[in-house]
């Protein structure tokens, strides 16, 4: 089985009220080597892209994997570890649940904002889709491309 680490962010300007613009982004990293993808989610709260963005990550790997994820949202990590009850958001989770099946996954919490170079980045990604309103591929690239070939 591939060894995959995913780290996972999720941005919602407005968190839901108003006029939100949410973001899902997944950077993937495989032997040292990475690559970013993202998606614009629209009016979404926080939780549900931080829900969306660990779905888009696992939804992109083509065969069972064992997957290390990296997420700054306890929320998504504590309910797929199975401390938090799926209560709400029920459709969000049903989608990251089908993602999953496949594969051997560790989830892990990271502090966010912290100095994490790989989820930095990504909240970086979530952050601009999110506010752009669209997944910029120049922009994924650029910043996927600053972390070279790094192991962690």
Request: hydrophobic letters at 40%; one cysteine or more.
């Amino acid at each position: 089985m591939k060894e995959v680490t995913i780290v996972c962010d999720g941005s919602s300007l407005g968190n839901g009220k108003g006029n939100p613009r949410a973001a899902a982004v997944a950077v993937l990293g495989y032997k040292g080597y990475w690559r970013g993808f993202g998606e614009y989610l629209g009016s979404a709260t926080n939780q549900q892209a931080e829900i969306a963005a660990a779905a888009i990550g696992l939804e992109k790997l083509s065969q069972p994997c064992k997957v290390r994820v990296l997420s700054d949202s306890r929320y998504v990590v504590e309910t797929m570890t199975g401390n938090f009850r799926k209560k709400t958001n029920l459709e969000w989770w049903a989608k990251l649940d089908k993602a999953a099946q496949k594969h051997t996954i560790k989830w892990e919490w990271v502090k966010g904002h912290n100095g994490h170079e790989v989820q930095e980045i990504v909240d970086t990604l979530a952050r601009k889709t999110a506010e752009l309103g669209k997944v910029d591929a120049q922009m994924f690239e650029e910043l996927v491309a600053e972390l070279g070939v790094l192991e962690i």
